[in-house]
């Protein structure tokens, strides 16, 4: 796996995904290789690496990728009657761009 599967994968266009919402500063779509039965990915198209290494020059960007993220998990919970956002830090986050979960449903073994 790249670095940054999100910047040099998603946002380059060379891997498609299924789009569920787009702004001008953030992407959410089905999870290329989901780990729940409803699996929604959630990033904005700036390259920030995590949410603990943020300035405050992309507080903007957060409340766009809140607001998406809001919106994402609102329509899974009315769809399938729960979920859960997460997000990964240090050795937790595979891919060094900050990117949130949306899912529902328990984990595929």
């Known amino acids: 796996m790249t670095e940054d599967f999100y910047c040099d994968e998603v946002l380059s266009g060379k891997t498609e995904v299924n789009k569920v919402i787009e702004t001008e500063n953030v992407l959410a779509y089905h ?3 989901p780990f729940y039965p409803v699996h929604i990915v959630a990033i904005p198209k700036k390259h920030i690496p995590s949410l603990i290494t943020m300035e405050e020059s992309d507080n903007d ?6 607001q998406v993220i809001k919106e994402v998990a609102a329509m899974v919970t009315g769809e399938h009657g729960a979920s859960k956002v997460i997000t990964n830090l240090g050795k937790y986050q595979e891919s060094k761009h900050l990117h ?4 529902s449903g328990r984990a595929l073994k």
């Open 61 to 66: 960007i957060l409340l766009e990728l809140m």
């Open 100 to 103: 949130w979960h949306i899912v």
């Open 31 to 33: 999870h290329t290789r």
